[in-house]
C-alpha cells in the first residue's frame, strides 16, 4: 500500500484554507492509502511563539484533526518533537543540501522579509520538512500550492542521497487539490488566507462563532458587477467565494456557477455563510468531546511509539550508509 503523509503547524487557529487545502485531501485519501498525520510543532519555533499558547495549540490542532474526520484507526497520528530522528536525520540532510536550495526558496524568501531577527531555523525549514517526509518513505505528500517547492526539495535531496549511497528514500510526489488548492483572505482576495493574519475578519478560523463567521462572509470583498460567475483575474472575491462553496459542498466550481447565476452578491454571500456554518458547527461539536476526553493521549501515545520504531530504522539504515558511528 502507498503512504501518505502531511502535518499542519500549530502555529495560529486553523483556517478554512487549512481544511480544504489539507485536512480533507487527507481524510479522502485515508481510505487508500496507509496514512501519516503529524503535528510539525518543531517547525512552528522558526519564528517566536509563546510557549503556553503553542502547548495548548498542539493538543488542539490533533482535537481538530480527529474533528474534520482523520481517523485515528486508519491514520498513524503523531508530535514531531516526540520523535528524536526528525531533527536528527534533518541534520544528515542540511549536510546534503546546497546553500543555493535553500537560500531560493520562496517562502524563505517572503517570511525574511516580515521577521525582525530571521532564526536559521526559517532557512533550514524546508530540510527538516524533508526529514519529515523522506523518514517515513512516503510516496505522496499533500499540500496547499506553497509547499510544493519544499517537497520539491526533498525530492532533489531523496535523489542525491539515494544516487550517492544507494537506494535509501522513496521518492516523494506533491498532491495538491484541483479545488481550494488556495483559499483567500476574505477582505484581499489577491493573497492566501493564513492562521496568522494579523486581521481577523480576513480569515474562517474552524473554531469561529456563527455569528462571526456570517459577519466575516458577508463583509468579504467582492466587486461592483453585482453578476456571479468565476473569473480569478478579474473578480477574485467572487471567485474566492465561489471555490468555498465548491470544496465544502464537494461539487465542481461549474455547477456552483450553474446554481448561483441568477443571484445577486447578497445571496451568494449568505448561501455561503449558512454552509460555512453548518460544516463548522459539525466539526466544533466534535472538537470539544475530544477535548475533553483521554483519546487524544492514547492516540499520541500510539503515534509515538509506532513512529519512533520506523524512524530508528530508517536513521540507523542511513548512518550506516553515510559512515556514521558504529552501526
Ligand atoms: P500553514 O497554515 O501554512 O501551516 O499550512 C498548512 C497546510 O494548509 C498546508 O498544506 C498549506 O498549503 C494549506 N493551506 C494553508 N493555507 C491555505 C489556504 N489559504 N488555501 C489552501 N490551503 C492552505
Ligand atoms: N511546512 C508545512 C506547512 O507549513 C508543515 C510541514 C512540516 C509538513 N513538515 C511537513 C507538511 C511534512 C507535509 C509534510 O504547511
Known amino acids: 500500500m502507498k503512504r501518505i503523509l502531511t502535518g499542519l503547524q500549530p502555529s495560529g487557529e486553523l483556517t478554512i484554507g487549512n481544511l480544504i487545502g ?23 519555533i522558526t519564528v517566536p511563539q509563546d510557549p503556553t499558547l503553542l502547548k495548548k495549540r498542539i493538543k488542539s490542532i490533533v482535537a481538530l484533526y480527529l474533528a474534520c474526520g482523520i481517523d485515528p484507526k486508519k491514520n498513524t497520528i503523531y508530535i514531531q518533537s516526540e520523535n528524536l530522528y526528525h531533527a536528527n536525520l534533518s541534520w544528515i540532510l542540511e549536510c546534503h543540501t546546497y546553500m543555493g536550495e535553500a537560500n531560493r526558496m520562496t517562502q524563505y524568501k517572503d517570511k525574511s522579509k516580515k521577521v525582525q531577527n530571521v532564526s536559521v ?23 496547499g500550492i506553497d509547499q510544493k517547492q519544499h517537497v520539491e526539495l526533498a525530492r532533489d535531496i531523496a535523489l542525491r542521497f539515494n544516487k550517492k549511497y544507494g537506494d535509501t528514500f522513496t521518492i516523494p510526489e506533491p498532491l495538491i487539490p484541483k479545488i481550494g488548492a488556495k483559499i483567500m483572505k476574505l477582505q484581499d482576495p489577491t493573497k492566501k488566507m493564513s492562521k496568522s493574519d494579523e486581521n481577523v475578519k480576513n480569515s474562517i478560523f ?76 459539525g466539526i466544533q ?31 540507523e539504515d542511513v548512518l550506516k550508509k553515510v559512515g556514521l558511528g558504529r552501526i
Open 285 to 315: 461539536k466534535k472538537y470539544h468531546t475530544y477535548m475533553e476526553s483521554t483519546l487524544i493521549d492514547e492516540i499520541l501515545d500510539e503515534g509515538k511509539r509506532k513512529t519512533n520504531k520506523i524512524a530508528k530504522e530508517k536513521y
Open 121 to 143: 531555523g526559517l532557512l533550514t525549514y524546508p530540510i527538516l520538512m524533508a526529514a519529515d517526509i523522506l523518514m517515513y518513505d512516503a510516496d505522496y505528500v499533500p499540500v
Open 206 to 281: 474552524l473554531l469561529d462563532t456563527e455569528e462571526d463567521i456570517r459577519k466575516k462572509i458577508m463583509s468579504a470583498v467582492t466587486d461592483s458587477e453585482n453578476k456571479v460567475y468565476y473569473d480569478v483575474e478579474n473578480k477574485p472575491g467572487i471567485a474566492n467565494l465561489l471555490t468555498i462553496y465548491s470544496a465544502l459542498a464537494n461539487i465542481s466550481i461549474k455547477e456552483v456557477e450553474e446554481k448561483f447565476k441568477e443571484a445577486n452578491y447578497q445571496t451568494l454571500k449568505k448561501e455561503v455563510a449558512d454552509l460555512v456554518v453548518s460544516t463548522l458547527l
Open 22 to 44: 489539507g485536512i480533507k485531501q487527507m481524510v479522502n485519501y485515508q481510505e487508500e492509502y496507509e496514512s501519516f498525520m503529524f503535528v510539525p510543532d518543531l517547525h512552528t
